[in-house]
T-cell receptor, first 115, second 110 residues
């Protein structure tokens, strides 16, 4: 079956612009996670959805970052007034329930470059 | 919060030799420890995981050990092959999320 997909695979934008990154989780997975990975580092948690609701958004760095999952499937990460420091790989992962300790399946990521 | 450290940051081994990567964590409440392999341009892929009620788990050439008292866990790869070359991340659960280590770049030299 299909894994987690993310679009676009690469995004180049200018400082101050608005960007949207999309994640299609594995069908039937209730839990969805966004992570940010800077060069040479491990993924850092941003936000976790349980169904349509954001169960934990404690990793979002500031109010320029926002994410939605209106129908409990596809999620969009939105970044306003982008800054050069936002440049990173944004990873999405999904899991069957999100409860307990279970595998998170990662997508290939979106590489964001802010010029 | 949880903090995960990982060593070494880079590791080179000859094909056929073993590789060991070690991680420590800080939150005693953590009880799930996955290991991910990330190849260039791809997302992390789970290769093995271990839960706190188990001290060791093995899957073919890969094994993971856990010492809950000392709060450390290790990945062991035996009979390494060139296709094992990648960045490996350990992680520990923290609430409903994972905290990842900084990664180990493994190079298997033919």
């Amino acid at each position: 079956g299909a894994g987690v997909s993310q679009t676009p695979s690469n995004k180049v934008t200018e400082k101050g612009k608005y960007v949207e990154l999309r994640c299609d989780p594995i069908s039937g997975h209730t839990a969805l996670y966004w992570y940010r990975q800077s060069l040479g580092q491990g993924p850092e948690f941003l936000i976790y959805f349980q169904g349509t609701g954001a169960a934990d958004d404690s990793g979002l760095p500031n109010d320029r970052f926002f994410a939605v999952r209106p129908e409990g499937s596809v999620s969009t990460l939105k970044i306003q007034r982008t800054e050069r420091g936002d440049s990173a790989v944004y990873l999405c992962a999904s899991a069957i329930t999100g409860f307990g300790k279970e595998t998170q399946y990662f997508g290939p990521g979106t590489r964001l470059l802010v010029l | 919060g949880e903090n995960v450290e990982q060593h070494p940051s880079t590791l080179s081994v000859q094909e056929g030799d073993s590789a060991v990567i070690k991680c420590t964590y800080s939150d005693s409440a953590s009880n799930y420890f996955p290991w991910y392999k990330q190849e260039l341009g791809k997302g992390p892929q789970l290769i093995i995981d271990i839960r706190s009620n188990v001290g060791e788990k093995k899957d073919q050439r890969i094994a993971v050990t856990l010492n809950k008292t000392a709060k450390h866990f290790s990945l062991h790869i035996t009979e390494t092959q060139p296709e094992d070359s990648a960045v490996y991340f350990c992680a520990a659960d923290y609430g409903q999320n994972f905290v990842f280590g900084p990664g180990t770049r493994l190079s298997v030299l033919p």
